[in-house]
């Protein structure tokens, strides 16, 4: 299996596996490219590499990861096998012996691959041309949706170092490209990058950035992989590329460069500044707005003098994104067990844009043990972020999530099962919660033994407002009738008025159309980035002292709200430039 140690080797190896088109035809980074790229990862096509790139001599190059292939292409099995070797050594090493130590000599000689290696600029391409005059305005920046402020580096790895402590951060953190030498930078509440501009300020000293746009595939991953704080992306990458990561140190400048990089653009995020960014279309599927957000101040670039520009297109799931991150959980899925001893398996939804609905598996050896496991899990890293949480003790297939949901509501008790986390922190681009950066979060448990069986068909009759029912699942329904401008509080309604022709259903969904539980992706992307559990959740309820007891059904208000950013949707004129140029890009899918 081929180890891609640049951006070339990968796309080499595309060529020859007839897994990438090159576009001729002159293309425009403002929304077109975006548009082509969306029609082919919905077919699960091919990666693109445009050559002939309106307003740029650079080649952009998309959709590298768009299907599995092509993500065990990027990696091969190595990787996912040494978490699963490093993992089972565990009980063999501990306590380590000479003998178990030479039962595991071939995990130790992979663990002797992992680092970093220094080597000099003539080995070193993306140092091939170093310059201070330049423009990030000269990037073929992909403008994705119509109504982004600017275009936007969309697979950025940023590079910084905590201003006291010997560690690094590299991360994928939106880059707005604003000015020539001025870029923003999406610095979110819980990202690594943003708590080392955090100890920066407090010392009222600008934090020095490197920004790196290319390189071995296995950075894309290590930037976005959902890594413990102690564990340092570049070794992670290094594990990915099965061999020590090339950089190249350059005078003048803090921190050592990917040699393998495509461009490299140093520079620094002073502190207490705060400007405008966004509003951007992104991986949930609708824009988040315009707020405020540190700024990347570009002092120096380099680049290989054949560079090329790689990019992706986030939007409404499934994307790119989605891929990468079904192999990465894949991948850390071994890990989870050593991590929170307890749960046995977990999955977070990338229809959901992987911060809204995690499942876990988990164990359950006396009275709610689950629910311990689960609040381990709201505590762990970027999972603090999940807003609904589902666990059972029963071994499902997490993936299908009919299968959790299922195994879920059968032993589901909403007296006992059921806990609302008010007033937390969320996800920076989900807006249910009503107020930037906060909102709620709820755990969800069915334990033990089943307590019923489930309803697979509605037959309750006619309910007044509601034009059209659908199960999901066993024991979950889906409605739509009454829109939220027309009656905002039609859930509380319906929970009033048809209580008893909803009570064989344990969860019931209020939606703008009920034709979403037709399909996995389709119902995971609307019902659950659709509603804040503290505001949208209804159920009746008492309250023993401190304790509320709910009772079912437990109905969920998920149709788009007025205040609620705008969904994305690709701008009638591009469609049209799209279609009558489609036959010229000579795509085959």
Not at 475 to 496: I, M, N, P, R
Request: glycine residues 6%; contains cysteine; aromatic residues 10%.
């Amino acid at each position: 299996m081929l180890v891609h140690h640049n951006l070339r080797s990968f796309i080499k190896q595309l060529k020859k596996e007839k897994e990438i088109v090159e576009i001729k035809t002159e293309t425009d980074p403002y929304l077109e490219i975006p548009e082509i790229h969306r029609r082919v990862i919905d077919e699960q096509g091919p990666a693109l590499l445009f050559t002939n790139v309106k307003g740029s001599k650079t080649p952009v190059v998309t959709n590298l990861f768009g299907t599995p292939r092509r993500v065990d292409m990027a990696f091969g099995p190595k990787p996912e096998a040494f978490v699963k070797q490093a993992v089972s050594a565990m009980d063999t090493l501990v306590p380590p012996t000479p003998k178990a130590m030479w039962q595991e000599k071939s995990l130790f000689k992979q663990l002797m691959r992992m680092g970093m290696k220094n080597l000099p600029k003539s080995k070193s391409p993306v140092r091939q041309i170093e310059t201070e005059s330049f423009s990030m305005q000269d990037l073929p920046a992909l403008t994705t949706w119509h109504h982004d402020s600017n275009p936007f580096v969309t697979l950025p790895l940023v590079y910084t170092e905590h201003p006291d402590e010997n560690e690094h951060n590299l991360g994928m953190y939106r880059i707005e490209i604003k000015e020539p030498k001025k870029t923003g930078m999406h610095w979110q509440i819980h990202k690594g990058g943003g708590f080392h501009h955090h100890v920066a300020e407090q010392k009222n000293e600008p934090l020095p950035v490197t920004l790196f746009v290319g390189g071995p595939p296995a950075l894309i991953v290590s930037a976005i992989a959902p890594l413990p704080e102690a564990v340092p992306e570049l070794l992670f990458g290094s594990l990915l590329l099965d061999d020590k990561l090339p950089m190249t140190e350059v005078p003048d400048h803090p921190h050592r460069l990917l040699a393998e990089a495509e461009f490299a653009f140093g520079g620094e995020v002073p502190p207490h500044i705060r400007e405008p960014e966004g509003p951007f279309g992104d991986h949930y599927g609708y824009y988040s707005l315009a707020h405020d957000f540190p700024v990347f101040q570009v002092r120096k670039m380099w680049r290989r003098k054949d560079a090329i520009y790689p990019a992706t297109i986030v939007g409404k799931p499934r994307q790119e994104d989605y891929f990468i991150g079904e192999y990465l959980q894949r991948l850390m899925s071994p890990i989870f067990p050593v991590v929170m001893n307890g749960v046995k398996d977990l999955w977070t939804y990338g229809e959901t844009g992987f911060h809204s609905l995690a499942g876990a598996v988990v164990r359950e050896s006396y009275y709610k043990e689950g629910l311990a496991h689960a609040l381990r899990i709201m505590g762990e890293g970027q999972l603090t972020l999940t807003k609904f949480l589902m666990v059972t003790d029963k071994t499902v297939e997490l993936a299908h999530f009919k299968e959790l949901m299922e195994a879920v509501l059968e032993r589901f008790q909403p007296e006992r099962d059921l806990l609302i986390l008010n007033d937390t922190s969320m996800d920076t681009l989900d807006y249910t919660g009503r107020k930037f950066n906060v909102g709620s979060k709820a755990i969800m448990t069915g334990l033990g033994e089943p307590k019923r069986e489930l309803s697979r068909e509605y037959t309750g009759g006619g309910i007044p407002g509601i034009t059209k029912v659908n199960a999901f699942c066993g024991g979950c329904l889906v409605l739509s009738g009454t829109t939220y401008e027309e009656d905002e509080h039609f859930a509380s309604h319906l929970l009033e008025t048809a209580k008893e022709q909803l009570s064989d259903w344990q969860m019931v969904f209020l939606t703008d159309d009920a034709d979403i539980a037709q399909s996995q992706s389709t119902f995971l992307w609307t019902a659950f980035t659709r509603f804040d559990p503290s505001y949208d959740l209804y159920a009746e309820a008492d309250i023993l002292r401190n304790n509320i007891r709910y009772k079912g059904p437990i109905i969920i208000d998920a149709r788009m709200k007025p205040f609620y950013p705008d969904e994305v949707k690709p701008h009638p004129d591009i469609v049209k430039k799209v279609d009558d140029k489609w036959k010229k890009y000579r795509i085959k899918i």
